[in-house]
């Protein structure tokens, strides 16, 4: 997107739901009323709806839904995460794209989002369906002072995020579950992937991977799904602005790490046990098809291991496995 149409763009939002003269426009870019038509033109050309009547000016009726750097920067508010930001059309993961940018030195809080990937990676090795057009693919680049063993805490923090950014953007109840899903009635509207390059001494770089389902349909699903799946679209019946949605995750991921950095891990312990599906009720541990251990839950601990009590009372630490509420 162009300077001209960038700014055109800042001044209809700065306007709210009000006209925008051109002679406004024009001043703003030093150009002539003409030059300024074929901006608009371009605007419209592009999926912007924008009205125009003479001596008011011109309205933006409505925005197309893609995920530029313009339209998600255009809504963010942040000091670290998404300052340098990448909008793509495609990437094979957006993950693999932020390594290869952390590896090239990326300043922390360097983002990449994709409108689709090809090769979308989820946990354990599972394929992470990620059609066009629908919903938000993202890749975060931190680099915390803090030990490798550490860094699952992250994980959490992101999962927080999500959470929150589903509330405010769609109203909906979000829940968390162990280690790296978002739940909306029980179904996965979200999961996380977080990687990392280490020494033994401390962390080069972790990237955050976070895939949310915002207006995917129910045809777009795969058949051999492991486990119920879900969109904002599907669950309130009606599409979420994609750009608004991750300019408003991103804010939020912000706040938590600004948070995570001078406080440490407990905060974001605190509000994601709050939120976890599993709050007072039994769950069942299990690696594949054979389950390894039942009991209820006991939330995490410092370093984000699942914590499940038995009958007598002991507290088994769990570090790896899928956790099912009973």
Known sequence: MS???????????????GFVSGELISRELKLSRTAVWKHINGLRDAGYKVEAIPSRGYHLLSSPDILSVDEVRERLSTTRVGQQLFCLAETGSTNAEAFRLAEGGAEEGTTVIADAQSGGKGRRGRVWSSPAGVNLYCSVVLRPAIMPHEAPQ????????????????????????????????????AGLLNEMS????????????????LNMTAAQFPADLRTPATSLLLERDCPVN??????????ELDRLYAGFLTHGFGPVRDEWQQRCNANGREVVVSEGERETCRGSFAGIDGDGALLVRFSDGMVERILSGDVRVV
């Open 154 to 189: 992250l994980t959490f923090l992101s999962a927080v995020a999500v959470a929150r950014a589903i509330e405010q953007v769609a109203a909906l109840k979000a829940e968390i579950k162990w280690p790296n899903d978002v739940l909306i009635q029980g179904r996965k509207v």
């Open 242 to 251: 994609r750009a608004q949605f991750a300019a408003t995750m991103l804010g």
């Open 198 to 213: 280490a020494e033994t001494d401390g962390i080069n770089f972790v990237i955050l991977g976070i895939g949310v389902n």
């Open 3 to 17: 300077i001209a149409a960038a700014t055109i763009l800042r001044l209809f939002r700065e306007a709210g739901n």
